[in-house]
């Protein structure tokens, strides 16, 4: 469940440089343990 979680955020955040902000704004709001494991992810 958590590894698709992760899988369907890393395609969000792959899908445009102009919708990180937006969608890591989103996840911060949301998960916000989710998303340090997505920006580790991006790099």
């Known amino acids: ?3 698709l979680q992760t899988k369907k955020a890393h395609h969000f955040f792959c899908s445009g ?4 902000d937006r969608w890591s ?7 916000s343990e ?5 920006f580790l992810l991006s790099k």
């Open 1 to 3: 469940m958590k590894a």
């Open 17 to 20: 440089p102009q919708k990180l």
């Open 25 to 31: 704004s989103f996840w911060s709001s949301l998960h």
């Open 34 to 38: 989710e998303v340090d494991v997505l």
